[in-house]
Protein backbone atom coordinates (compact mmCIF):
# COMPACT_ATOMS: atom_id res chain seq x y z
CA UNK A 1 0.00 0.00 0.00
CA UNK A 2 1.70 3.35 -0.81
CA UNK A 3 0.49 6.79 0.99
CA UNK A 4 -0.02 9.75 -1.39
CA UNK A 5 0.28 13.04 0.46
CA UNK A 6 -2.98 15.47 -0.70
CA UNK A 7 -2.60 19.33 -1.22
CA UNK A 8 -5.54 21.25 -1.42
CA UNK A 9 -4.29 24.69 -1.47
CA UNK A 10 -5.44 28.37 -2.90
CA UNK A 11 -1.96 29.67 -3.06
CA UNK A 12 1.07 27.85 -5.55
CA UNK A 13 3.28 29.27 -2.93
CA UNK A 14 1.84 26.87 -0.39
CA UNK A 15 1.73 24.19 -3.43
CA UNK A 16 5.74 24.73 -3.35
CA UNK A 17 6.25 24.89 0.56
CA UNK A 18 4.04 21.91 1.27
CA UNK A 19 5.87 19.69 -1.77
CA UNK A 20 8.75 20.64 0.03
CA UNK A 21 7.98 19.42 3.81
CA UNK A 22 7.16 15.76 2.06
CA UNK A 23 10.00 15.52 -1.01
CA UNK A 24 12.57 13.63 0.81
CA UNK A 25 9.78 10.71 1.97
CA UNK A 26 7.49 11.03 -0.93
CA UNK A 27 7.60 10.03 -4.69
CA UNK A 28 4.23 11.40 -5.34
CA UNK A 29 1.79 13.88 -4.50
CA UNK A 30 -1.75 14.66 -5.13
CA UNK A 31 -3.14 18.08 -5.96
CA UNK A 32 -6.63 18.62 -5.57
CA UNK A 33 -7.80 21.64 -7.54
CA UNK A 34 -11.55 23.26 -7.31
CA UNK A 35 -12.87 25.59 -9.69
CA UNK A 36 -15.70 26.53 -7.10
CA UNK A 37 -18.45 25.31 -9.49
CA UNK A 38 -18.26 21.44 -9.61
CA UNK A 39 -17.85 21.83 -5.57
CA UNK A 40 -17.62 25.11 -3.47
CA UNK A 41 -14.44 26.09 -3.31
CA UNK A 42 -11.79 27.38 -5.13
CA UNK A 43 -7.92 26.32 -5.26
CA UNK A 44 -4.76 27.40 -7.55
CA UNK A 45 -4.92 27.72 -10.02
CA UNK A 46 -8.84 28.93 -10.10
CA UNK A 47 -8.45 31.48 -6.99
CA UNK A 48 -5.87 33.27 -8.59
CA UNK A 49 -8.37 34.21 -11.77
CA UNK A 50 -11.47 36.21 -11.54
CA UNK A 51 -13.07 34.85 -14.10
CA UNK A 52 -12.01 30.59 -14.28
CA UNK A 53 -9.76 31.62 -17.41
CA UNK A 54 -6.89 29.54 -15.74
CA UNK A 55 -4.96 30.33 -19.02
CA UNK A 56 -4.45 33.68 -18.23
CA UNK A 57 -2.59 32.67 -14.17
CA UNK A 58 0.48 33.59 -14.09
CA UNK A 59 2.00 29.88 -13.20
CA UNK A 60 -0.11 28.36 -15.83
CA UNK A 61 1.45 30.36 -18.89
CA UNK A 62 4.81 29.63 -17.67
CA UNK A 63 4.07 25.81 -17.43
CA UNK A 64 2.50 25.83 -20.71
CA UNK A 65 5.28 27.69 -22.27
CA UNK A 66 7.68 25.46 -20.28
CA UNK A 67 9.85 28.21 -18.63
CA UNK A 68 8.90 26.66 -15.53
CA UNK A 69 7.91 23.22 -14.39
CA UNK A 70 6.24 22.13 -11.33
CA UNK A 71 7.84 22.46 -7.96
CA UNK A 72 10.57 19.20 -7.71
CA UNK A 73 9.16 18.25 -10.92
CA UNK A 74 12.58 16.35 -11.36
CA UNK A 75 11.79 14.34 -7.89
CA UNK A 76 8.08 13.52 -7.55
CA UNK A 77 5.75 12.55 -9.82
CA UNK A 78 2.16 14.67 -9.69
CA UNK A 79 -1.41 13.95 -9.99
CA UNK A 80 -4.09 16.17 -10.39
CA UNK A 81 -7.59 15.59 -9.09
CA UNK A 82 -9.98 18.09 -11.17
CA UNK A 83 -12.77 18.46 -9.24
CA UNK A 84 -14.03 21.12 -11.99
CA UNK A 85 -17.00 21.52 -13.90
CA UNK A 86 -16.02 19.96 -17.38
CA UNK A 87 -12.86 19.21 -17.19
CA UNK A 88 -12.76 18.36 -20.92
CA UNK A 89 -13.31 22.05 -22.12
CA UNK A 90 -9.73 22.51 -20.87
CA UNK A 91 -7.83 19.02 -21.39
CA UNK A 92 -5.16 20.50 -23.54
CA UNK A 93 -4.03 22.73 -20.45
CA UNK A 94 -3.74 19.77 -18.06
CA UNK A 95 -2.58 18.08 -20.51
CA UNK A 96 0.45 20.30 -21.04
CA UNK A 97 1.48 21.54 -17.44
CA UNK A 98 3.27 18.39 -15.89
CA UNK A 99 1.02 15.73 -14.44
CA UNK A 100 1.94 11.86 -14.89
CA UNK A 101 -2.04 11.43 -13.77
CA UNK A 102 -5.29 12.92 -14.13
CA UNK A 103 -7.94 12.23 -11.87
CA UNK A 104 -11.81 12.82 -13.51
CA UNK A 105 -14.85 12.53 -11.43
CA UNK A 106 -17.66 11.51 -13.35
CA UNK A 107 -20.61 13.68 -12.47
CA UNK A 108 -18.20 16.65 -13.54
CA UNK A 109 -18.92 15.45 -17.26
CA UNK A 110 -22.15 16.07 -19.70
CA UNK A 111 -22.16 12.54 -20.38
CA UNK A 112 -20.11 9.15 -20.48
CA UNK A 113 -19.40 9.58 -24.10
CA UNK A 114 -17.59 12.72 -23.38
CA UNK A 115 -15.35 11.24 -20.75
CA UNK A 116 -14.34 8.26 -22.82
CA UNK A 117 -13.11 10.96 -25.31
CA UNK A 118 -11.54 12.63 -22.59
CA UNK A 119 -9.83 9.73 -21.78
CA UNK A 120 -8.46 9.23 -24.96
CA UNK A 121 -6.92 12.71 -25.58
CA UNK A 122 -5.51 12.15 -22.38
CA UNK A 123 -3.70 8.84 -23.16
CA UNK A 124 -2.51 10.55 -26.33
CA UNK A 125 -0.04 12.52 -23.92
CA UNK A 126 0.99 9.05 -21.97
CA UNK A 127 -0.85 10.35 -19.13
CA UNK A 128 -2.95 7.86 -16.70
CA UNK A 129 -6.59 9.11 -15.71
CA UNK A 130 -7.78 7.37 -12.97
CA UNK A 131 -11.98 7.58 -11.70
CA UNK A 132 -12.83 8.72 -8.85
CA UNK A 133 -16.56 8.28 -7.26
CA UNK A 134 -18.39 8.40 -4.09
CA UNK A 135 -20.22 5.39 -2.33
CA UNK A 136 -23.52 6.71 -3.83
CA UNK A 137 -21.99 7.19 -7.40
CA UNK A 138 -20.46 3.96 -7.75
CA UNK A 139 -23.52 2.14 -7.77
CA UNK A 140 -24.41 4.80 -10.79
CA UNK A 141 -21.77 4.35 -12.56
CA UNK A 142 -21.00 1.01 -11.82
CA UNK A 143 -21.19 -1.24 -14.97
CA UNK A 144 -18.95 1.79 -16.72
CA UNK A 145 -16.46 2.30 -14.24
CA UNK A 146 -16.36 -1.98 -14.69
CA UNK A 147 -15.59 -1.72 -18.37
CA UNK A 148 -12.94 0.97 -17.91
CA UNK A 149 -11.31 -1.20 -15.60
CA UNK A 150 -11.84 -4.14 -17.65
CA UNK A 151 -10.47 -2.50 -20.88
CA UNK A 152 -7.44 -1.22 -19.12
CA UNK A 153 -8.81 2.34 -20.48
CA UNK A 154 -8.07 3.58 -16.71
CA UNK A 155 -5.50 2.87 -14.13
CA UNK A 156 -7.34 2.99 -10.80
CA UNK A 157 -10.49 3.50 -9.49
CA UNK A 158 -10.30 5.63 -6.48
CA UNK A 159 -13.31 5.73 -4.01
CA UNK A 160 -13.82 9.36 -2.18
CA UNK A 161 -14.37 7.86 1.39
CA UNK A 162 -16.46 11.10 2.32
CA UNK A 163 -19.95 12.33 1.34
CA UNK A 164 -19.40 15.92 0.36
CA UNK A 165 -15.91 16.00 -1.91
CA UNK A 166 -13.70 19.31 -2.09
CA UNK A 167 -12.26 19.81 1.36
CA UNK A 168 -10.28 18.57 3.90
CA UNK A 169 -10.92 16.97 7.40
CA UNK A 170 -14.12 15.67 6.60
CA UNK A 171 -15.53 12.63 8.62
CA UNK A 172 -14.73 9.36 6.93
CA UNK A 173 -18.04 7.53 5.36
CA UNK A 174 -17.98 4.00 7.10
CA UNK A 175 -20.10 2.60 3.99
CA UNK A 176 -16.93 2.53 1.92
CA UNK A 177 -15.19 -0.44 3.59
CA UNK A 178 -18.01 -3.08 2.41
CA UNK A 179 -18.08 -1.15 -0.82
CA UNK A 180 -14.35 -1.84 -1.24
CA UNK A 181 -14.44 -5.68 0.21
CA UNK A 182 -17.66 -6.21 -2.49
CA UNK A 183 -15.10 -4.33 -5.15
CA UNK A 184 -12.03 -6.32 -4.23
CA UNK A 185 -13.68 -9.94 -3.72
CA UNK A 186 -15.44 -9.51 -7.44
CA UNK A 187 -12.06 -7.92 -8.89
CA UNK A 188 -9.08 -8.80 -7.16
CA UNK A 189 -7.25 -7.65 -10.30
CA UNK A 190 -8.21 -3.71 -10.19
CA UNK A 191 -6.52 -1.19 -8.52
CA UNK A 192 -8.46 0.33 -5.82
CA UNK A 193 -7.27 3.97 -4.09
CA UNK A 194 -9.41 6.05 -1.33
CA UNK A 195 -8.95 9.66 -0.61
CA UNK A 196 -10.97 11.78 2.25
CA UNK A 197 -11.56 11.30 5.75
CA UNK A 198 -8.69 9.12 7.02
CA UNK A 199 -6.04 9.85 10.07
CA UNK A 200 -4.56 7.80 12.72
CA UNK A 201 -7.95 6.36 14.15
CA UNK A 202 -9.33 4.57 10.96
CA UNK A 203 -6.31 4.03 8.99
CA UNK A 204 -6.13 0.42 10.31
CA UNK A 205 -9.72 -0.46 8.60
CA UNK A 206 -8.46 0.73 5.24
CA UNK A 207 -5.09 -1.31 5.66
CA UNK A 208 -7.73 -4.07 6.70
CA UNK A 209 -9.45 -3.86 3.15
CA UNK A 210 -5.65 -4.19 1.48
CA UNK A 211 -6.43 -0.69 -0.69
CA UNK A 212 -3.31 -0.20 -3.24
CA UNK A 213 -3.31 3.51 -2.26
CA UNK A 214 -4.37 5.87 0.03
CA UNK A 215 -4.19 9.76 -0.72
CA UNK A 216 -4.05 11.49 2.63
CA UNK A 217 -4.25 15.65 3.43
CA UNK A 218 -5.05 17.26 6.36
CA UNK A 219 -4.09 14.12 8.88
CA UNK A 220 -0.49 14.79 7.36
CA UNK A 221 -0.39 18.34 6.80
CA UNK A 222 -2.50 20.06 9.30
CA UNK A 223 -0.74 19.41 13.02
CA UNK A 224 2.30 18.39 14.16
CA UNK A 225 5.36 17.75 12.43
CA UNK A 226 4.52 17.40 8.29
CA UNK A 227 7.31 15.19 8.07
CA UNK A 228 6.59 12.63 11.16
CA UNK A 229 2.83 12.70 10.39
CA UNK A 230 3.63 11.40 6.73
CA UNK A 231 6.43 8.15 7.90
CA UNK A 232 3.75 7.40 10.44
CA UNK A 233 1.83 6.61 7.82
CA UNK A 234 4.42 4.89 5.58
CA UNK A 235 5.66 3.08 8.34
CA UNK A 236 2.06 1.27 8.25
CA UNK A 237 2.12 -0.09 5.24
Known amino acids: ?43 WPYSAVSNNRIDENFQIKKLLSEDMGLPNWDHVNYEFDLMVQNPDIQKDIWA ?26 IDSYMIDVIVAVTYDEYFKYEEFIKDLLIKKSIKALQIMTIKTIGSQGQKFDDRCIALIEKIKTENPDFIIRVDGGINTDNVKKILDVKVDEVIIGSAIFNSGNTRENLNYFNDLC
Open 1 to 43: MNIIPAILEASYQEIENKIESVLHDTERVHIDICDGLFVSRKT
Open 96 to 121: RIGANTLIIHPTSFKDESVILDFIKE
